[in-house]
C-alpha cells in the first residue's frame, strides 16, 4: 500500500469512527522501488518526499533525539552516464569543507558490485543547477552507495546531521541488503 493510501486509510478510519476515538498510529510499510535494473526496499521509518529531473527518488529520514532529520536521495543518469566511481565517490569528498577522502569499501549483494563510501565534516550543502554550496553545515556525515546495475550506476546518498545518520545506519544497511536484480 503506498504512503498516501496509508495516509488516506488513517485518515478516513477517525473520520468514520468518530471525534472521540483515538487516532491510529501512522503506519509506513516498507516498499519496493526500482531504477537502472535494480531494486531496492526502503525502509519502513523512511518518508517518500518529492523527486525532481535528477532524482530517481528522496526519503526523509527522522531526526536522532535532538538532531534535525536528514535524506536520502537516490540518483540513476542512464547507461553509461554519471560519471566514473572513483570520480563520484571524490565528488562527495568535495562536498565537505576541506575536501577530506571518502572512507571507500566494495562488496557484492545478489551479484551487483557495490561502491560504498562514508565521510563527516562540514557539509557544504550542495544544490541548485551547478550545485553550489546552499551553506555549510558543521556536523554533518554522507553515507554513500554506488551500485553497479544492468541499465547503469545507481546512486544512493544519505546526508544529515551525524546524529541522524548515525541512526538510520542499520535501515541504509538494510536497504543496500535488499539490493536485487529487477
Request: net charge positive; glycine share 12%.
Amino acid at each position: 500500500m503506498s504512503l498516501a493510501r496509508s495516509f488516506l486509510a488513517a485518515a478516513a478510519s477517525v473520520l468514520v469512527a468518530g471525534p472521540l476515538a483515538a487516532a491510529p498510529a501512522p503506519v509506513h510499510s516498507p516498499h519496493s522501488e526500482t531504477a537502472g535494473g535494480v531494486q531496492w526496499t526502503v525502509p519502513a521509518r523512511w518518508s517518500a518526499g518529492a523527486g525532481s529531473s535528477m532524482r530517481v527518488a528522496t526519503y526523509a529520514i527522522p531526526a536522532a533525539k535532538g538532531s534535525e532529520p536528514g535524506e536520502c536521495a537516490v540518483f540513476f543518469f542512464g547507461p553509461g552516464q554519471g560519471g566514473t566511481l572513483d570520480a563520484n565517490v571524490e565528488r562527495w569528498g568535495r562536498q565537505f569543507e576541506g575536501t577530506p577522502k571518502p572512507a571507500q569499501t566494495a562488496t557484492t549483494v545478489a551479484s551487483l558490485r557495490v561502491t560504498r563510501a562514508s565521510v563527516a565534516g562540514t557539509y557544504l550543502a550542495p544544490g541548485g543547477p551547478m550545485m553550489q554550496s546552499t551553506g555549510s553545515r558543521p556536523g554533518y556525515r554522507l553515507l554513500g552507495a554506488i551500485v553497479e546495475g544492468p541499465e547503469g550506476n545507481v546512486f544512493f546518498k544519505l546526508t544529515g546531521p551525524a546524529a541522524t545518520v548515525a541512526a538510520a545506519a542499520p535501515d541504509f544497511e538494510a536497504l543496500i541488503a535488499s539490493l536485487r536484480k529487477k
